[in-house]
């Protein structure tokens, strides 16, 4: 049994994971730890890549790609430890992050999970900690009121703008691009929820922590930069597994009638931006044609997906 597991999922991220492999070596330096990496089908050579450079990190083979939470859960079943970091590709830690985090945890029973500081590549803070969401918010979201105020007082106090989180502090939620798990409390609530693919697998992960009594907190003096999004670069890959993650999650935290309306909202937003796409990619050349059909695709998927024969199913 080691003491603590990093998992790194990676998704067709060869460079990315191997930068990030070697921040976890570095990070784990002088600690009991095991390095996994969690591939979900890549058809880049990330696992040739990864064998070739750390014959000694574990690569377990997701061919099925079923999803962040799918894949941590996976490989945290594999290998027994007191703590769990799960980490994206995107992900580089600062060297002394992981034993910081470590202390944390183990100085603060009661916290069942805990993040760094997270920064952009240029050094720019990134959100690191936020509230749980509510049908209020997710609405300004899908309304596009928060593009067009996108400093109105609902969405600053959605990150904490209204907290001092410079020191370490108990949040509603943190980042699941890194964070790191006592074991007992991630088993206590059978880890991650593999319904949510993408998006908000760490918010609900949280929310139950916090409903079975255990704390979650930010821990700053642990610092990680993050490359946001750079597994999910594809449009329609991010617009529908969003959306149906946040439609999902209504559901399961906050009940048949928000998650309705949300969807209702979703639907009315994708059918306008079907239109409003004809007019802002004109099918005057190839180009445009294919990027147009591309968008309207994801659409006209996401439509599917929420309607009454879609994949949407309630938790």
Request: aromatic fraction near 6%; charged fraction near 20%; glycine fraction near 6%.
């Amino acid at each position: 049994m080691s003491d603590t597991v990093v998992v790194v999922v990676s998704y067709d991220t060869r460079v990315l994971t191997l930068a990030a492999i070697a921040s976890a070596r570095a990070a784990t330096a002088g600690l009991d730890a095991r390095v996994i990496v969690a591939d979900n089908g890549s058809a880049d050579g990330t696992v040739a890549a990864v064998r070739a450079a750390y014959p000694d990190v574990t690569v377990l083979e997701n061919p099925d790609n079923p999803g962040y939470g799918a894949a941590i859960n996976r490989a945290a079943a594999t290998e027994r430890s007191a703590y769990l970091c799960a980490m994206n590709a995107d992900v580089v830690l600062e060297p002394d992050s992981l034993p910081t985090l470590r202390r944390f945890l183990a100085a603060n029973r009661s916290c069942a999970a805990v993040g760094p500081a997270l920064a952009y590549p240029d050094g720019t803070p990134q959100p690191s900690a936020k509230r749980f969401p509510t049908l209020g918010l997710a609405l300004g979201e899908v309304l596009g009121i928060h593009s067009l105020a996108p400093r109105n007082r609902w969405r600053a106090r959605f990150y904490y703008a209204d907290r001092d989180l410079t020191r370490a502090a108990e949040v509603d939620t943190i980042s699941g691009s890194v964070m790191m798990l006592s074991t007992d409390a991630f088993e206590a609530v059978r880890g991650f929820d593999e319904r949510f693919r993408m998006y908000f697998e760490e918010t609900d992960l949280c929310r139950r922590l916090r409903d079975r009594g255990r704390s979650v907190a930010l821990c700053p003096a642990a610092v990680a930069v993050h490359r946001h999004g750079a597994s999910t670069q594809q449009t329609s890959v991010r617009q529908v597994e969003y959306y149906l993650s946040y439609v999902r999650y209504l559901r399961k935290h906050h009940g048949r009638a928000a998650a309705a309306v949300l969807r209702m909202a979703v639907v009315v937003a994708a059918l306008a931006r079907m239109a409003g796409l004809v007019v802002k990619y004109p099918p005057l050349d190839g180009r445009r044609v294919a990027l147009l059909w591309a968008k309207e695709a994801a659409c006209a998927r996401l439509l599917r997906s929420l309607g009454p024969s879609g994949a949407m199913r309630a938790p």
